[in-house]
């Protein structure tokens, strides 16, 4: 099993651009989360979901946009980037709600310019 | 939203000595997970405690739960250069569908 899976691992963005981050879970977990990590500020939720066809807000969702159009994937869209959207974004998912353990993926680091 | 306080920020010791990290919330949690997230890896759980007063142990980890849970506890005997990294708290929030994380605990250990 691959685990929890992110691509890229690395990206540079203008501003202004837009991208997909992707995310892949391999262990049929229903729940997915977005999160993103800043210096100081530990893991902030950006958006999650609770099953197929599903998407919620988390605590910073502004500028963000996901999609979960099949189960093992989990999709985050930045529409037009700003240098604010710099930062680290993981990926990871769960079984059940937040009284399961939930597996992170490596991360995907961003930087805008 | 639901504020979970974590303390001390940042912890340097030499090998060998004890840490422990804190984690406090102003209401009561239903349960409550802690992470270890490597110098430039991801976080990897630990455990979760659930019980007023629980206590567990994992090696020279021992985790501590409230009477109150309210606050939780991350102890380490005798460091070692493996120990290295950020310690998170996590709590159950939302209705029960998303955890709230601490802002973690940087461990750094000397020779």
């Known amino acids: 099993n691959a685990g929890v899976t992110q691509t890229p691992k690395f990206r540079v963005l203008k501003t202004g651009q837009s991208m997909t981050l992707l995310c892949a879970q391999d262990?049929?977990?229903?729940?997915m989360y977005w999160y993103r990590q800043d210096p100081g500020m530990g893991l902030r939720l950006i958006h999650y979901?609770?099953?197929?066809?599903?998407?919620a807000k988390g605590e910073v969702p502004d500028g963000y946009n996901v999609s979960r159009l099949k189960k093992q994937n989990f999709l985050l869209g930045l529409e037009s980037a700003a240098p604010s959207q710099t930062s680290v974004y993981f990926c990871?998912?769960?079984?059940?709600?937040?009284?399961?353990?939930?597996?992170f993926g490596p991360g995907t680091r961003l930087t805008v310019t | 939203g639901q504020q979970v306080m974590q303390i001390p920020q940042y912890q340097h010791v030499q090998e060998g000595e004890d840490f422990t990290t804190y984690c406090n919330s102003s209401?009561?949690?239903?349960?409550i997970q802690w992470y270890k997230q490597r110098p430039g890896g991801h976080p990897v759980f630990l455990i979760q405690?659930?019980?007023?007063?629980e206590v567990k142990k994992q090696k020279r980890l021992t985790f501590q739960f409230g009477e109150a849970k309210k606050n939780s506890s991350l102890h380490i005997t005798a460091t070692q250069t493996t120990d290295v990294g950020t310690y998170f708290c996590a709590a159950l929030t939302g209705g029960g569908n998303k955890l709230t994380f601490g802002t973690g605990t940087q461990l750094k250990v000397e020779l």
């Open positions: 405690l659930v019980k007023s007063g």
């Open positions: 990871a998912s769960s079984y059940f709600t937040g009284t399961s353990e939930q597996y």
């Open positions: 262990m049929n977990h229903e729940y």
């Open positions: 979901s609770v099953g197929e066809g599903t998407t």
């Open positions: 209401t009561t949690l239903s349960n």
